[in-house]
């Protein structure tokens, strides 16, 4: 949820209240990216505020403060404040890889070669060697900057639990898996 101003999170989760009364679950992040922090002129600390709201309104279900398309170059002036974190590598997908790492990739991972069957998706997907590598090409290097991020966050939060979300398409997140990170899970905060 975006309080781009520090003033709408009581209503915000207000209208969480309402679609739980309703049967309806919501888990309410407030998230604000550095661009946006930069230029309101506000702090990671100020997106925090949400606590105020979800205090005032007693609200016992789950609740997050995101840090909204970080990169590594700004994830750490969010690192006390937040506990979800969407890792943004856009510019990355597309960099040059070494063929020696599309290949390995690829030779550690023969199970994505045939024919994948992906939940959703009503006929499998027939990937060739060649199929993988190229998507692999394009991904991969993207792929190992979320994994750089991720530690990042791991090592600076110690013990404190947190999620992180990216935009990878399904295939990138078959990297994310093999390169050690985690598939997402929200914990309850607190």
């Not at 909204?68 to 994830?75: K, N, P, Q, S, W």
């Amino acid at each position: 949820m975006g309080d781009r101003f520090a003033q709408e999170a009581e209503a915000q989760l207000r209208a969480c209240v309402l679609a739980a009364k309703q049967g309806v679950e919501v888990v309410p992040v407030w998230n604000k990216s550095n661009r946006e922090h930069l230029i309101v002129g506000s702090e990671p600390a100020s997106v925090y505020a949400a606590a105020a709201a979800v205090k005032k309104l007693d609200w016992k279900n789950s609740w997050h403060v995101g840090a909204d398309h970080i990169r590594l170059e700004t994830v750490d002036r969010f690192i006390p404040h937040s506990d979800f974190y969407t890792i943004d590598v856009a510019d990355s997908i597309g960099k040059p890889v070494l063929p020696e790492m599309v290949r390995d990739f690829a030779d550690r991972h023969p199970e994505l070669i045939g024919n994948i069957e992906i939940p959703g998706i009503e006929k499998p997907m027939n990937v060739s060697r060649e199929d993988l590598e190229n998507i692999m090409a394009k991904y991969l290097t993207a792929i190992h900057e979320v994994r750089s991020i991720y530690c990042h966050i791991a090592q600076m939060r110690a013990e404190r639990a947190f999620t992180t979300a990216t935009h990878l398409k399904c295939w990138s997140r078959i990297g994310l898996s093999s390169a050690g990170v985690p598939g997402h899970r929200i914990p309850r905060h607190g």
